[in-house]
């Protein structure tokens, strides 16, 4: 199976049919944004490709940790769900910074997000057999307890949370720069109390010898 994205359009071409005769070419636009679910029934042995951006503004838990100024900042993501042999893969390939407060200076510190994930989605658990254990994999019948209820019964991958997922685990649970001070917050008017001197006593005594 060949695939590829161009111009945030999703297309689907068998190999042995790469000829002019769009009749068996299966094509589908891609959603503008970042689809919540992906539709296993339809796509799980076609493939599925989804190029774009992202904000932090559109993952609710992700913008919880980004000040107001920076959740629209783009992130460029490419998505690909393709079958390898028995296992169901998921590819993300991340490009760009997330902004967070930094927690000990508490200004605005970037992390940088460019990287590339891959996912193994098993169908049962009887696969763990057929990964490594540096493999990240996740079973299916987890991740698809939550799924909407939709009249058909299809399966529905939560392709936008498995995206946050991943980029929540980019940023560390305490960020910080690597050289700043810590932020001090005066509360309160500090007075400033006068010392006794504890000479003052010695100099009025020489005084008066």
């Given at each position: ?23 068996n ?49 783009a ?38 997000v ?39 019964g ?17 940023v ?26 504890p ?11």
């Amino acid at each position: 199976m060949t695939k590829y994205s161009e111009n945030n359009v999703s297309t689907n071409l068998t190999d042995s049919k790469l000829s002019n005769n769009t009749s068996n070419t299966n094509t589908e636009k891609s959603a503008l944004q970042l689809p919540n679910h992906v539709n296993l029934e339809k796509w799980e042995d076609a493939g599925y490709v989804w190029s774009g951006s992202i904000t932090p503004r559109m993952l609710k838990r992700l913008v919880d940790i980004v000040p107001e100024e920076y959740q629209d900042k783009a992130i460029n993501l490419k998505c690909e769900l393709k079958k390898q042999g028995q296992l169901l893969m998921l590819m993300m390939a991340y490009t760009g910074d997330i902004w967070v407060t930094c927690q000990r200076c508490l200004m605005p510190l970037n992390i940088d997000v460019t990287h590339d994930a891959e996912l193994i989605l098993l169908q049962r658990e009887e696969q763990q057999s057929l990964v490594d254990e540096s493999d990240d994999y996740l079973l299916l019948e987890e991740l698809l307890a939550d799924q909407p209820e939709n009249i058909k019964g299809d399966r529905l991958l939560p392709l936008k949370k498995l995206v946050e997922d991943e980029l929540l685990l980019d940023v560390p649970l305490f960020a910080k720069h690597d050289d700043c001070e810590m932020a001090v917050k005066q509360v309160g008017e500090i007075i400033e109390e006068e010392t006794e001197n504890p000479f003052a006593a010695l100099e009025a005594l020489k005084g008066k010898l």
